[in-house]
């Protein structure tokens, strides 16, 4: 680690001077991509709504960890993350109700069950960072933790990409491909659920839907070919996340939603070339 440090500060650039900047520098180098590959499927296969129910479990997650004296709440946040994702894919796949109406019912719950935990332990003031997060906090060691997620993500990409694309498309012609839509739809969801549990502690609960959906939505407008769609929504989560990042440090803002804001800049136009191109 300390010869990245080294090679960082030799950039001569003045925000990468001070530790915690080149750990979120790292960071996002990470987690852009991350997100965007997982974005892609979120947008493609409409799961936006789905991510997001998942990213607000997370505060669920968090107040069972309290109550019943997990030692750090990211563990009870990434075990109830996991269970939600299974849990909603489950009843999805057997209930008679529209998608959207089974994830906004879990939703619904998960989101009132940690009021009431927390109501019951003199509020949620103590666990509010986890709402907005701390791209700015993060350690060596989370960065390790991140490369191992980072591994894991691209390992999946390769080798089921396809398989969820065309899930998603149609379930009828994943059965007739030999390919088991529950199964494919299970493994990404769990993946996906551990993405966002690991991250928000750094992105926050309200912004990480947004950094998953921006990127792919901002590349599908342009591109046109699941490799170049795929593609152009890393080249744009990288070059938010690090116009973001840099933005944050000069101007003192928050760095995950400076991060969103030149994110939704980049989908603004995108969608303005989508217009003048039709």
Known sequence: ?????????????????????????????????LFAFMGTIVVNNRLAFFSDSIGHSALTGIALGV???????????????????????????????????????????????????FSTMGGINKYTSYLIGSLLSITPNDLMLLVIVFIIVMAYWMF?????????????????????????????????????????????????????V????????????????????????LLGGLIGLVAAYYFGTAAGATIVLVLAVFYCLSFLFKKANE
């Not at 960082?8 to 987690?31: P, V």
């Not at 739809?185 to 549990?197: F, H, K, N």
């Open 1 to 33: 680690m300390q010869s990245i440090y080294n090679v960082l500060n030799s950039t001569g650039l003045e925000f990468l001077q001070y530790d915690f900047m080149k750990n979120a520098f790292l960071a996002i180098l990470l987690l852009s991509p």
């Open 67 to 117: 109550l019943i004296g997990v030692g750090s709440p990211v563990w009870s946040l990434l075990l109830f993350a996991i269970l939600y994702a299974v849990l909603l894919v489950i009843v999805k796949t057997k209930s008679l109700s529209s998608v959207d109406t089974t994830i906004g019912v879990f939703s619904s719950i998960a989101l009132a069950l940690s009021i009431a935990i």
């Open 160 to 212: 089921y990409l396809k398989k969820v694309f065309i899930v998603g498309f149609n379930a009828d012609i994943a059965k007739s491909r030999g390919i088991n839509p529950i199964i494919t739809e299970m493994t990404y969801t769990v993946l996906l659920a551990v993405v966002v549990a690991l991250s928000i502690q750094w992105v926050g609960i309200l912004l990480i839907n947004s950094l998953l």
């Open 214 to 237: 921006l990127p792919a939505a901002a590349a599908r407008n342009i591109s046109k070919g699941i490799r170049q769609y795929t593609w152009i929504s890393v080249l744009i989560a």
